[in-house]
C-alpha cells in the first residue's frame, strides 16, 4: 500500500476527475460503492439515503463550498489552494478489499491526514472515491466549517507511511517492500544495470506502472468520446492512436530494461507487435 500527496488545488473537480478517472460529470450517479467514506458530521445534514443519488458534480460542488462560503480564509502561502487529494495504492498482488475495509481504510487515512479528527464538529469536508481497481482517492477542503484553514501535520508523509504499514498488518494487505521478486537478496549490491533495468520495469507495469495508468485513462476518454457525438467524430480516434503510441512507448522501454539484464552476447527477443495493433487497434 503506497500513499501520495498529490499537489493542491483551488477547484476539487480536477482532485475528483482524476480519481474518477474521467471527466466530473452532472448526469454520473455516484452510488456508496464509489463514494465509500466521507466527513462524519455530513450525515447531520441530509435525509437517509440522500447521498447515495448524488452525481459527481454535487459531490465537487459540496467539496468547493467552504471555498464559496469563506472567501477570506487563505492558508500558509496566503494562496486559495484548498483541496488536496491523498490516493492511495495497493500492491498489484493484493486481494480486493470490501466495501467495509475500503470505508476503514478511508477514515484511518483521513484523521492520519489530520482531515478528520474525533469528536471535531467544525472540522473538513473529505470524500473517498474508489472508482479505480486496486486504489483509493481521499480529497480533503482544507477549509474548516468555521472558516479556519486546517494545516497540515508536521510531517505528514511519515504519519502516511506509518498509517499504510499498521493498515496492512491489521487488514492483511501486501506492504510494498514485501511482493516476491521485488527485493533484493540481503547483502547483494544490483549493479548500474540492473537498478536501471528495476527503474523501467516500475515504469512499463502493466498493474501499477504509470504509463499503464495513462493509457488506461487515454483509452476511457477516447470511449467516452466515441459515445457523445459533440466531442467531434474524430477525437475517439486520435485518443485510440495515442494509447496505441503509449503502448508501443511501454513494449520499447520494457525491451530495454531485458536488454540491460541480459547476459553478454545474448540479444533478447524483442516483443513482436500484432499487425492488427500496429494498424491503430485497440491496445490490451
Known sequence: MIPRLNELSGTPSGPLG????????????????TVVAYWPALNAYLLDGEVSAWTAAQWAEHLEDPLLEHPFAAGPASDRMAVVRLEVRLHPDDRRPNGAEWFEIAHRFARAA???????????RWIAVH???GRLDVIANLIRLDGTWQDL???LLERLAAEARRIERDLRLIAPASA???????????????QLAGVLAQLTDERSGPLAAVRALVEHTAHRAALHPGAGPDIGHRLELIAHRLHRIQQDLDATATRLTARPGRVPAVPVVPAARAAGGHSP
Not at 25 to 31: C, H, I, K, N
Not at 180 to 194: H, I, L, N, Q, Y
Open 180 to 194: 516476491v521478486g521485488r527485493e533484493c537478496p540481503v547483502g547483494s549490491v544490483p549493479d548500474a544495470s540492473t
Open 114 to 124: 489530520g482531515f478528520e479528527n474525533p469528536g471535531d464538529t467544525t472540522g473538513c
Open 18 to 33: 482524476e480519481a474518477l478517472g474521467s471527466v466530473v460529470s452532472a448526469e454520473e450517479v455516484l452510488s456508496k460503492d
Open 131 to 133: 472508482a479505480q481497481p
Open 153 to 155: 501535520p508536521t510531517g
